[in-house]
């Protein structure tokens, strides 16, 4: 399995809602990245995890909230977002959070915030 | 971090050599150019990377100056299937851990 599975493919949100979008790699890899991308705009990157453990976080607010249950699974658990949160999440994994390989991205999760 | 400055786009006959340029005069002793494209509405997909030897997969080529300042991207022979934004990136590194930063990239347009 070489791939970054990344679950819903789409999902439309109201303010008020909590919803989490999932992604799952089977490959060993033991780093995971979330990424936000907005339309016509490159990836950005918003948190990484190594060893199921939270390094980075590039201040992302707190309505985001992401964690990682075991080496092969990835969240990102959503609370009142606001419509400018609508994008395009994308995850990604390596094989280490500090290695010289590239990483796999899954085809993200379209999100539209109502 | 090191920056990479790339060209916003770029067109190429399909069939031909595409050669995507990539400034990164910042870059360090140990830092890699690695090489993302992202076909519409996809993730990003790797390509190649390289530190200071050229490389060359069943993709691509990575052509690297002696100085290291700048890079090429080659796609032998390409297709229409190759029409993408390319992303030259510098990795990062932040308390030890692997940052992939993307810039602005070139959108690649082939035409038949």
């Known amino acids: ?114 | 971090d090191a920056k990479t400055t790339q060209p916003p786009s770029m067109d190429c006959a399909e069939g031909r050599a595409a050669n995507l340029p990539c400034n990164h005069s910042t870059i360090s002793g140990n830092e890699y150019v690695y090489w993302y494209r992202q076909i519409h509405s996809q993730g990003p997909q790797y390509i190649i990377h390289g530190l200071k030897n050229n490389e060359t997969n069943e993709m691509a080529s990575l052509i690297i100056t002696e100085d290291r300042k700048s890079s090429t991207l080659i796609l032998p022979h390409a297709t229409l299937r190759d029409t993408a934004v390319y992303y030259c990136i510098v990795r990062a590194y932040s308390g030890g851990y692997n940052k992939l930063i993307f810039g602005a990239g070139t959108r690649l347009a082939v035409h038949p």
Request: hydrophobic share 30%; aromatic share 10%; charged share 20%.
């Open chain 1, 1 to 114: 399995d070489t791939e970054v599975t990344q679950t819903p493919k789409h999902l439309v949100m109201g303010m008020t809602n909590k919803k989490s979008l999932k992604c799952e790699q089977h490959m060993g890899h033991r780093a995971m990245y979330w990424y936000k991308q907005k339309a016509k705009k490159p990836p950005e990157l918003m948190f990484v995890y190594s060893y199921e453990k939270l390094s980075i976080n590039e201040s992302v607010p707190s309505r985001f909230s992401p964690e990682c249950p075991n080496s092969s699974l990835l969240n990102l658990h959503l609370h009142a977002l606001q419509p400018e949160d609508s994008a395009l999440y994308l995850c990604a994994s390596s094989r280490g959070g500090g290695d010289y390989y590239g990483y796999t991205f899954g085809s993200g999760t379209r999100l539209t915030v109502v």
